[in-house]
């Protein structure tokens, strides 16, 4: 059994973000009892990312008392993770770019990693334009998963919308490569 956590960092509910990963989670669920939560980071209620108060290294876990600290622990329990975010501006959504900040939590004052190696990522990032961006997202994100905490790539999804928020829906060869990620997990 394994444990996904999956987030979701897009404020459009049903939209591209949250469609892969209900079929990547799908795939999942599909091979055995693993355990699943799916997060919409645009449902908490946080309000800043990491304020370098340095509490975290005291503590082992970030001293911000938010709705993203359950996410942050999730995160040290799960054997899986996805994550999706839209671009906006070249970049990732605000929602995953406020968690990404609070990972530092999980950095040693020796800057090694307080999370155990070998955690599976799925990552997959929306746009609405360019899908080379969107890729280039996609490598920034998995870039801190592996080089900070020793994460492994199992796979990435990017999709260019052109500015329909319903297109992965439609696409039934992606919704099978997202069903085929989530196997992997």
């Given at each position: 059994?394994?444990?996904?956590l999956a987030?979701?960092?897009?404020?459009?509910?049903g939209g591209?973000?949250?469609?892969?990963?209900?079929?990547?989670?799908?795939?999942?669920?599909?091979?055995?009892?693993?355990?699943l939560?799916?997060?919409?980071?645009?449902?908490?209620?946080?309000?800043?990312g990491?304020?370098?108060?340095?509490?975290?290294?005291?503590?082992?876990?970030?001293?911000?008392?938010?709705?993203?600290?359950?996410?942050l622990?999730?995160?040290k329990?799960?054997?899986?993770?996805?994550?999706?975010?839209p671009?906006?501006f070249?970049h990732?959504?605000?929602?995953?770019?406020?968690l990404?900040?609070?990972?530092?939590?999980f950095?040693?004052?020796?800057?090694?990693?307080?999370?155990?190696?070998?955690?599976?990522?799925?990552?997959?990032v929306?746009?609405?334009?360019?899908?080379?961006?969107a890729?280039?997202?996609?490598d920034?994100?998995?870039?801190?998963?592996?080089?900070?905490?020793?994460?492994?790539?199992?796979?990435?999804?990017?999709?260019?919308?052109?500015?329909?928020?319903?297109?992965?829906?439609?696409?039934?060869?992606?919704?099978?490569?997202?069903?085929?990620?989530?196997?992997k997990?």
């Amino acid at each position: 059994m394994s444990k996904i956590l999956a987030i979701v960092a897009s404020p459009r509910k049903g939209g591209n973000c949250e469609t892969i990963v209900n079929a990547i989670t799908d795939g999942a669920m599909g091979l055995s009892p693993n355990v699943l939560d799916i997060t919409n980071l645009n449902t908490l209620r946080f309000t800043n990312g990491c304020q370098a108060c340095m509490g975290c290294k005291l503590t082992g876990s970030c001293v911000t008392k938010d709705d993203l600290l359950p996410i942050l622990n999730s995160i040290k329990g799960a054997d899986s993770l996805i994550i999706a975010t839209p671009v906006y501006f070249g970049h990732s959504s605000s929602q995953y770019r406020m968690l990404e900040d609070r990972l530092y939590s999980f950095i040693e004052k020796d800057g090694s990693s307080l999370l155990p190696k070998g955690k599976k990522l799925v990552t997959v990032v929306t746009c609405g334009g360019d899908s080379s961006v969107a890729d280039a997202v996609a490598d920034d994100i998995e870039r801190v998963y592996t080089n900070y905490f020793s994460f492994k790539p199992v796979g990435r999804i990017v999709l260019s919308d052109k500015g329909s928020k319903h297109a992965a829906e439609k696409d039934d060869e992606l919704l099978e490569k997202a069903r085929l990620l989530g196997k992997k997990l």
